[in-house]
């Protein structure tokens, strides 16, 4: 009974040892009946309620904060109600996001991070981390193609801060007195990303002071662009390739982008933040072929390879240009004189000052599974996705475009027959939010839409959850169909 005990009564108090271990056996019982759960099909994968419900306060959950101490009772209920009212991403029937599953040795080694709580900036307080940061992207290094001399690089808080990153290091690259300087010392300069890309590469562009982007859709453009601003005094200097594009799944040529790049002087990165994943794999690894060409690599593990968020890597090829471009040598953290070797002071690199350890679960779950283990994983997601697209295929009320990332519209049966035009897309623009209102007050599944450039809002189904099988995909089909029909 915690209903009397208060978190005065927990470590550090005298003799509060004892009552600590109880509060946490009572917290990791709930935290692993919430596993438990996550990963049941009978279980919901949400239970909505409007923003204003929530905040309304439901059967006693009160997000208010209290100027008085409130129990631990009440604090474990807390917890309790927080999960309860929260998405299970781990559910094998949540497709919403790029980012799911619930991986259990991830998940440990989440909790051991929590415990330990401490930064990444210097080695004298995370020795341990930085070392196996060092390791894991060298093997990341290793993957992508890069020889033993090249490559560097650092894990970031997601994919937008390890595209931001490139930008900035490519900037910094061919124009180096912008670090001193800034933005006024430099000509104009021009980016180049396709239409499809993450938005990240235009905010990156925004919040780096470039402010101007083209968004080109055939390689010949960046050819033709390229060499008329040149002729205009704007200095072309980066192209964004995707490997895994957010919604489609598509991938650039890399090694067509790679020879223009290669011929006009230009930085390559590669946004692999989706699909870096497949190069754990034997099979899948091909549609990334020419990556190694980049400069630059954006790949996000807590994506496909399914690591528990946040974890994203940016793996730069030259080695010591991110240390060049961003340290500002702070003298009451990164000291010269210590008794150690300072290069693994590696919290001047970033451009961050404090920084989460993001690669515990990561170490963790590779040692747990090998290589091998995330090239089945890979495979497996793949599978999936290939199931789906077979099935769509088979069936008239369903209609998709062709794409890795598995996108379709469900086609009521009111819109059958009618022939295409204006008004059955704006009819079918509705579809889709419809079915997924319905879908997430029912619960039991969970799946996201979009419109893109002409199409109308269509489901985007993602694969990157290991728990998900076949059996969940026909549940989804079933489900679409059930709640679209009209
Ligand atoms: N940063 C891209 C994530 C998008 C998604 O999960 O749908």
């Not at 790679?258 to 870096?276: M, Q, T």
């Not at 549609?287 to 496909?304: C, D, F, Y």
Request: glycine letters at 8%; one cysteine or more; proline letters at 5%.
């Amino acid at each position: 009974d915690f209903s009397c005990i208060y978190s005065k009564d927990l470590l550090p108090a005298l003799s509060g040892e004892d009552t600590t271990k109880s509060f946490f056996q009572e917290l990791v019982n709930i935290l692993l009946s919430y596993v438990c759960k996550s990963f049941r099909r009978s279980s919901k994968v949400l239970d909505f309620h409007h923003p204003h419900q929530l905040r309304e306060g439901l059967e006693g959950f009160s997000l208010e904060l209290p100027d008085q101490p409130e129990n631990l009772e009440q604090l474990l209920v807390d917890c309790r109600d927080t999960l309860k009212y929260g998405v299970k991403t781990g559910h094998p029937r949540f497709f919403n996001q790029l980012s799911s599953g619930l991986d259990v040795i991830g998940l440990a080694g989440e909790w051991l991070t929590s415990t330990a709580n401490t930064n990444m900036f210097t080695y004298e307080v995370s020795p341990v981390f930085i070392l196996m940061e060092e390791i894991l992207l060298k093997k990341m290094q290793e993957i992508v193609g890069w020889s033993e001399e090249e490559g560097d690089g650092v894990f970031c808080p997601g994919g937008t801060m390890s595209n931001l990153y490139s930008v900035l290091l490519a900037r910094y690259h061919f124009f180096p007195e912008v670090k001193t300087k800034g933005m006024t010392a430099l000509p104009r300069l021009i980016l180049f990303t396709s239409a499809h890309s993450h938005y990240s590469v235009k905010k990156s562009a925004a919040v780096l002071g470039i402010g101007t982007m083209r968004g080109v859709n055939t390689l010949i453009m960046i050819l033709v662009i390229s060499l008329s601003l040149s002729l205009q005094g704007c200095v072309p200097f980066y192209v964004n390739a995707t490997a895994g594009t957010t919604v489609y799944g598509a991938f650039d040529p890399l090694n067509a982008i790679a020879d223009i790049c290669e011929s006009h002087g230009l930085w390559l990165h590669v946004d692999a933040a989706w699909g870096g994943g497949l190069l754990m794999s034997n099979l899948h690894r091909v549609k990334l072929q020419g990556i190694e060409r980049a400069w630059s690599v954006t790949w996000n593990p807590h994506k496909m390879m399914g690591a528990p968020l946040q974890c994203s890597a940016i793996l730069v090829k030259k080695r010591g240009l991110l240390k060049d471009c961003n340290q500002m040598c702070a003298e009451y953290l990164f000291q010269t004189d210590k008794h150690y070797d300072t290069s693994y002071d590696t919290g001047d690199k970033t451009i961050q000052c404090g920084r989460h350890v993001d690669v515990f679960k990561l170490w963790l779950m590779w040692k747990a599974k090998g290589s091998e283990g995330f090239e089945s994983q890979v495979n497996k997601c793949l599978e999936n996705a290939e199931h789906l697209f077979d099935k769509l295929k088979q069936r008239p009320d369903f209609e998709l475009p062709e794409h890795s990332n598995v996108c379709f519209w469900y086609i009521p049966p009111s819109l059958r027959n009618m022939s295409p035009g204006p008004e059955r897309n704006r009819r079918l623009h509705e579809v889709a939010p419809k079915i997924k209102a319905k879908m997430m007050e029912q619960g039991m599944a969970m799946i996201g839409y979009q419109p893109l450039g002409d199409k109308v809002n269509f489901f985007r189904c993602v694969f990157s959850n290991p728990a998900t099988q076949t059996e969940d995909v026909d549940y989804l089909l079933e489900e679409i169909a059930s709640l679209g029909h009209d």
